[in-house]
Every structure is written in structure tokens, then in C-alpha cells.
């Protein structure tokens, strides 16, 4: 068997070295090629970041460096042939979206056509020719989502397919306002919006849509830092799960507010409203066994101690209830100490009152100065100073 050439590490993939065996090659080329890597990094970069201008600035940078390779190399026209189709390919990808590409890469059968239509150069009609001939074309069960959008796009006439996807861009702009209070850019909107089609993300009440604002959402909250301001569900759930943890006397600090928020809201987390209060009532129930079994969501700690929050709210003249935090010295040792067995008890709330009035906050209080008002005037009563 004849010995292979060698290729050479600089090479152009895929290709022997083409200025012969063990020479290196033209500095020139080396360049050029370093440029077209970059440019490829450049445009790969862009796309992750989602900038229109960033893509399209990297575009024209490939392309040059690709133009002057190929000028280097004194390239035939049969290169400049073979670079217009995938061209034409490239801009069809890009027509359908990501999520042609996408599809192309898990369907065995669509990648081979792809590559087919590819090598020798179809046109677009001839595609879509070729396409609806697939299997999967005719099986709805690979992709329904992925043919009434093709056949809307393509089959219907350009009015409908407008509607359709303006209608797309406002069900996203609604959800992504009423759930975070987040603002999606107009060319994000639209790319998003053939996704919604093409992937079904309406199904299950918005599920794949909800998942895709969820990441969006995390992208947004790290890009603005502290200047993001979030609203809509996000922060009602937020408040509402921050309430709860102080009704149930239960720390809980802005991170795992902000986490498990944001986890309730995704579809993909696995973690729903109720697990979150589950948890909250668990670690209440360990805090206050006293309270054990009778938590619940519409039941909370300060629910069933109710009455010795009013009453120390009173002795200590704060402004409400509210105003009582769970965590209060007074209230831990009336929730937790154990009674003459050593069980779980609730203090009796005559004991209760004894308790406030050896703390040092009620010395300073109207209530304090009127009990030692009454204490003096009955002293001297007593005593004869007064009739």
C-alpha cells in the first residue's frame, strides 16, 4: 500500500498539505488562516451574546479573511462555487432560525439532506421539495410543532405567517412583563418568536416559554447587577415567600429567596410553590414542636401564638403586632420551653406576663410608669399620707 502524504499541522482541515510534503507554509498563509479562526470565534461570540450588530459585524470579518485565503491561494472557481452554496445554506439555517439547526443535528435523515442540498447545490425550492419527500416530514410524530410552523412559513401566504408571529411576540412580551417585569429586545423578540412556533413552547400553558424567559431572566439579573429592578410575579412570589419564612419564625436571607423564587417560576427546576412552603413548616415544626402538626400553609406560627403577640405587642406599646418578630426573646422561651416533663408546652400566659414585665424594655414603657404610679399611690394610701 502507497505511503499517505503527511499532513501538516497548519493545514487546512480535512486536506494534505497542499505546498508539498514537510515544507510549511507560506507565512502569508498561516495568517490568513489565524484570521479566518478569529473571525469564527468573533461570530460564535457574537451569536452567544445575541448582538445583531456584534453577528453581523463578524459576518463581513469572515467573510474577507475567507476571500483573502482563498486570493493567497489562487483558489479555482470551483472554490468560490462550493463557498456560494454553503452560503446559500448558511442564510436558509438563518431564515429558519437556530432551531433548523438544531433539528438537523438530532434527525439523522434532515442532517443527511442538509449536507446533500449542501454538496450539490439546490436551490430553496428544491429543498423544500426534498424535504417534504422525508420521513419525518410525513410522520407528525417527529416534530408536529416543526411542520404546522414549516408549512405556515412556507405553504401559507406571508400575511398569515406575519400574524402568526406577531401574535407569538406579544404572548412572549406579555408573559416575560407579567412574570418578571422584563423587557425582551425587538430583534430577541422576533428570533424568539419562530422558536415558540417551530418548537411548540405554547404547549402545556407556555412551559417551553416560561423555561426560556427563566434563563433570559437570569442572563438580564447578571448583566444589570444591582441597577435590575424585577417586578410582576417574580417579586410577588418573592415578598410572599419572604412574609411567610417571618410568619413561621423561620430565617431565610435574600439568596434563597431569590433562588427558590426563581425556581418556582422555572418549569425545568423540578421545585413548585408547595415545596417551598413545605419546607418553610418542616424547619418551623423543628423550631416549635409545640406547633407540630398543626402548621400549615394557611396556618403559621404567628397564627397560633397570636395571643401572646398581642399581648407583648401591649406591654411593650409597640406600634402593631406586625411590629413582633418570631425571633423575640420572650416569645422563643414562651414557644419552647418545655413544661414540668420535659414535653413540648406553651407558657401559660399569666406566666407569660411576668416574664414581660422582668424584661428591661417594659421599664421604659407608660404602662410601667402607670403600675408604679398605682403601686406608690397605694403605698401612701396605705400609710395614711392620702384619704
Known amino acids: 500500500m502507497a505511503d499517505q502524504p503527511r499532513t501538516d499541522p497548519d493545514a487546512p482541515s480535512g486536506g494534505p498539505n497542499p505546498s508539498g510534503r514537510g515544507r510549511r507554509k507560506p507565512e502569508a498563509i498561516r495568517i490568513?488562516?489565524?484570521?479566518?479562526r478569529l473571525a469564527e470565534q468573533a461570530l460564535k461570540d457574537a451569536k452567544e451574546l445575541g448582538s445583531a450588530t456584534g453577528v453581523t459585524a463578524a459576518e463581513k470579518r469572515l467573510k474577507e479573511a475567507r476571500q483573502a485565503l482563498r486570493t493567497i491561494q489562487n483558489a479555482d472557481p470551483g472554490e468560490d462555487r462550493q463557498d456560494a452554496r454553503r452560503d446559500f445554506m448558511q442564510d436558509y439555517f438563518e431564515r429558519l432560525g437556530p432551531e433548523a439547526a438544531s433539528l438537523a443535528k438530532r434527525d439523522p435523515e434532515l442532517r443527511k439532506l442538509f449536507?446533500?442540498?449542501?454538496?450539490?447545490?439546490?436551490d430553496e425550492a428544491k429543498f423544500d421539495s426534498e424535504l417534504k419527500k422525508t420521513d419525518w416530514w410525513r410522520d407528525p410524530a417527529k416534530g408536529s410543532s416543526w411542520q404546522n410552523a414549516f408549512r405556515m412559513e412556507f405553504e401559507g401566504s406571508p400575511g398569515q405567517w406575519n400574524e402568526v408571529l406577531e401574535d407569538a411576540k406579544?404572548?412572549?412580551?406579555?408573559?416575560?412583563?407579567?412574570?418578571?417585569?422584563?423587557?425582551?429586545?425587538?430583534?430577541?423578540?422576533?428570533?424568539m418568536a419562530r422558536r415558540y412556533l417551530y418548537q411548540g413552547w405554547g404547549k402545556n400553558d407556555n412551559e417551553g416559554l416560561r423555561?426560556?424567559?427563566?434563563s433570559q431572566f437570569s442572563k438580564q439579573s447578571e448583566a444589570?447587577?444591582?441597577?435590575?429592578k424585577p417586578g410582576g410575579l417574580y417579586t410577588s412570589t418573592y415578598n410572599t415567600l419572604r412574609d411567610a419564612a417571618r410568619a413561621y419564625g423561620v430565617?431565610?436571607?435574600?439568596?434563597?429567596?431569590?433562588?427558590?423564587?426563581?425556581?418556582?417560576?422555572?418549569?425545568?427546576?423540578?421545585y413548585s410553590d408547595d415545596d417551598a412552603w413545605n419546607e418553610l413548616i418542616a424547619e418551623a415544626e423543628s423550631i416549635y414542636p409545640v406547633f407540630a402538626g398543626k402548621l400549615s400553609k394557611?396556618?403559621?406560627?404567628?397564627?397560633?401564638?397570636?395571643?401572646?403577640?398581642?399581648?407583648?405587642?401591649?406591654r411593650l406599646e409597640l406600634g402593631s403586632p406586625d411590629?413582633?418578630?418570631?425571633?423575640d426573646p420572650l416569645l422563643r422561651k414562651a414557644f419552647t420551653t418545655p413544661n414540668e416533663k420535659g414535653e413540648p408546652a406553651l407558657m401559660p400566659l399569666w406566666q407569660f406576663e411576668q416574664e414581660i414585665k422582668k424584661d428591661g424594655r417594659w421599664q421604659y414603657t407608660t404602662n410601667a410608669l402607670s403600675t408604679y404610679s398605682q403601686i406608690g399611690s397605694d403605698l401612701a394610701r396605705m400609710m395614711g399620707f392620702v384619704g
Request: glycine share 10%.
Open 32 to 36: 490568513a488562516q489565524r484570521d479566518i
Open 115 to 122: 449536507d446533500q442540498a449542501i454538496r450539490e447545490g439546490w
Open 170 to 191: 406579544r404572548t412572549i412580551r406579555k408573559l416575560a412583563d407579567d412574570t418578571y417585569d422584563m423587557v425582551i429586545d425587538e430583534a430577541t423578540l422576533t428570533k
Open 211 to 214: 423555561v426560556w424567559l427563566s
Open 224 to 228: 444589570g447587577g444591582d441597577k435590575f
Open 251 to 270: 430565617d431565610r436571607d435574600g439568596g434563597w429567596l431569590d433562588k427558590t423564587t426563581r425556581d418556582i417560576l422555572n418549569p425545568n427546576s423540578g
Open 298 to 314: 394557611d396556618r403559621s406560627v404567628r397564627d397560633l401564638g397570636a395571643g401572646y403577640i398581642n399581648q407583648l405587642y401591649r
Open 323 to 327: 411590629e413582633v418578630d418570631l425571633t
